[in-house]
């Protein structure tokens, strides 16, 4: 199941690639004009690790910090799992004024490894 799943994985971002994306990263430096956001912090990432076989799919929460002309407007906790993917889908479009195609939290946990929190991004690729 898990092989089908990095599969699966591996296909959609290929498909994805050069689409119109961006990524949501820690880093601290923010631009001069309009709206910014930035990665706060992953946690809570029940998501199974590659390697490991697993009943449930998991879910990740992350922090997002939303910055108007470097000022700060607002924090949010996002927890991306099955359930609430159009909630977090309309938070992120009404910043962004384009409609998501799809979100993911990376890197992928693996089995036995720590990932260090400036190595956590977030992907979205925009429908075109």
Same mark, same amino acid.
């Given at each position: 199941?898990k092989?089908?799943?990095?599969?699966?994985?591996?296909?959609?971002?290929?498909?994805?690639?050069?689409q119109?994306?961006?990524?949501?990263?820690p !880093?601290?430096?923010?631009? @001069?004009?309009?709206? +910014?956001?930035?990665? #706060?912090?992953?946690?809570?990432?029940?998501?199974? /690790?590659?390697g490991?076989?697993?009943?449930?799919?998991g879910?990740?929460?992350?922090?997002?910090?939303?910055?108007?002309?470097?000022?700060?407007?607002?924090?949010?906790?996002?927890v991306?799992?099955?359930k609430? !993917?159009?909630?977090?889908? @309309?938070?992120?479009? +009404?910043?962004?004024? #384009?409609?998501?195609?799809?979100?993911?939290?990376? /890197?992928?946990?693996?089995?036995?490894?720590v990932?260090k929190?400036?190595?956590?991004?977030?992907?979205?690729?925009?429908?075109?």
């Amino acid at each position: 199941m898990k092989k089908v799943f990095l599969i699966c994985t591996l296909f959609f971002s290929l498909i994805f690639y050069g689409q119109n994306e961006t990524k949501i990263t820690p !880093k601290k430096c923010l631009p @001069k004009k309009g709206f +910014h956001l930035r990665l #706060k912090s992953v946690f809570d990432d029940s998501r199974c /690790p590659e390697g490991v076989s697993c009943i449930w799919a998991g879910e990740v929460s992350v922090i997002i910090e939303v910055y108007d002309n470097r000022q700060f407007v607002e924090e949010k906790v996002l927890v991306f799992n099955a359930k609430n !993917k159009e909630e977090n889908f @309309k938070w992120l479009e +009404h910043y962004f004024q #384009k409609k998501i195609k799809s979100i993911g939290v990376f /890197p992928y946990p693996k089995e036995g490894q720590v990932v260090k929190p400036k190595k956590q991004y977030i992907t979205i690729v925009f429908e075109d």
